[in-house]
Each structure stands twice: as C-alpha cells, then as structure tokens.
C-alpha cells in the first residue's frame, strides 16, 4: 500500500499563489507517474496537473496552463504543485495521485477515473474573492 500525504493548502487571496507539496511514503516513487486532481464542492473530481516518473514529461488542464507548474523531487520523495495568479474558481480540495500503470498517451494522460492507483487525504484550498 502507498501512502500519499499533502500539505501546503489554504486560504488566499485572488492573484495570490500556494505550493502544494505531497510526500510519497514509500521506496518505489519513481515507479510512479504523479498527478494532481481537485474536486470542487458539488462537483466531480478534475484533472489538473500529471508528471512523468523522471519528470520528462508534464500535462495540465487548459483551465490552469500557464498559472500551474507540477514539479518532483525523486530524491525527496516528493511532488509539488506551484499556483500563481489564483483565481476563486480554483478552490476546491486537492488530492495528490500516484499512477503505477506506465506511459500515458492521448485523453488517458488527463483521465482521472482509472489511472490513478493510489490517492492522498486532500488538502483545502480557498481562493477569495
């Protein structure tokens, strides 16, 4: 079993920034594509942000490309999510995934329904108006 913890979230101002941070619990990280995904109350969880295993690669949904940066530390075990330029309809919770399936391609690399193995708690984030 994975253990994914997340940390980092908050209430912030509109325009202003959060890093999400989340530690991967275990040996085999780099086993492991990383994703982000937030659910917004009343709604179904959104894919935001997905890393490769060795960082080569990187996606991001068109609703936070250019504001949002995903990013890992293999040494450390961890992966971030850098949010700039926050807008109020980027509060929702924010879960961090591990993905143990392999290479994505096309829709798949964005699909959050069957990609995603392991999940973390969820940290809060809140952006005021």
């Known amino acids: 079993q994975v253990h994914l913890a997340e940390s980092g979230g908050g209430l912030v101002q509109a325009g202003g920034s959060l890093r999400l941070s989340c530690a991967f619990q275990?040996?085999?990280?780099?086993?492991?594509?990383m994703g982000w995904i937030r659910q917004a109350p009343g709604k179904e969880r959104e894919f935001v942000a997905r890393?490769?295993?060795?960082?080569?690669?990187?996606y991001y949904a068109d609703s936070v490309k250019g504001r949002f940066i995903i990013s890992r530390d293999n040494a450390k075990n961890m992966v971030y999510l850098q949010m700039n330029s926050l807008k109020p309809e980027d509060t929702a919770v924010y879960y961090c995934?591990?993905?143990?399936?392999?290479?994505?391609?096309?829709?798949?690399?964005?699909?959050?329904?069957?990609?995603?193995?392991?999940w973390g708690q969820g940290t809060q984030v809140t952006v005021s108006s």
């Open positions: 275990e040996r085999t990280f780099t086993s492991y594509a």
């Open positions: 995934a591990a993905d143990g399936l392999g290479h994505c391609s096309g829709y798949g690399c964005y699909d959050v329904r069957s990609r995603y193995q392991y």
């Open positions: 890393i490769s295993r060795n960082s080569g690669r990187t």
